[in-house]
């Protein structure tokens, strides 16, 4: 299996490449837009700040290859965020696969909401055989509302995505990579997907 994670200066990549070759697989970095076309599974991670991200993105025209993608694509955090149809976070337009906009928790909300959290209401092959209200970990200001494409929620002030899904595309508020036994088994459950 061919698993790649772009890399586009934006991302949490070496964590991600870890946690892949603990399930025994290779993650293969790459901006090369053949080789993220003809991999098997994509992942999209992102740490930083929306626009900045989305101007590498951009720069690199990956922002008009990743809405494309036919095989399995998985958003991390800022992945995911940028995936959804724009962000408050810089005023930023998105790659609008998922039907949603970013906005910012609530002022009186200590940001970033940072540590482990519980995800429910999971939908989706992406949580086969995970436990409702499993921890996760997160790290975020910014979260995607509730809404058609959700598969699973979370809660920080106020219920928000912690994962979305449509079609090929999947996208995880939280990070598996550093969500210990229960992140791993969402990892394999997204390698697993055909």
Request: glycine share 8%; proline share 5%; hydrophobic share 40%.
């Amino acid at each position: 299996m061919k698993i790649v994670i772009i890399d586009y200066g934006a991302g949490n990549i070496q964590s991600i490449k870890f946690a892949i070759q603990r399930l025994g697989f290779k993650a293969h970095l790459t901006n090369d837009v053949q080789e993220i076309q003809n991999a098997d599974k994509v992942i999209f991670p992102g740490v930083g700040e929306a626009s900045s991200a989305m101007k590498k993105l951009t720069g690199s025209g990956l922002d008009k290859v990743i809405p494309h993608l036919k095989q399995p694509v998985l958003g991390i955090c800022l992945g995911m965020q940028l995936m959804c149809h724009s962000s408050e976070e810089g005023n930023t337009k998105g790659l609008g696969i998922f039907d949603l906009d970013v906005v910012r928790f609530p002022l009186s909300v200590k940001v970033p909401q940072i540590g482990w959290n519980q995800i429910s209401d999971l939908k989706s092959d992406l949580f086969r055989n995970i436990p409702e209200t499993s921890h996760i970990y997160l790290v975020h200001s910014f979260y995607a509302p509730i809404g058609k494409e959700t598969i699973a929620t979370s809660e920080y002030a106020l219920p928000y995505s912690a994962a979305l899904g449509k079609d090929n595309f999947y996208g995880t508020q939280f990070h598996p990579e550093k969500s210990s036994a229960v992140g791993a088994h969402i990892l394999q459950n997204f390698l697993d997907l055909r």
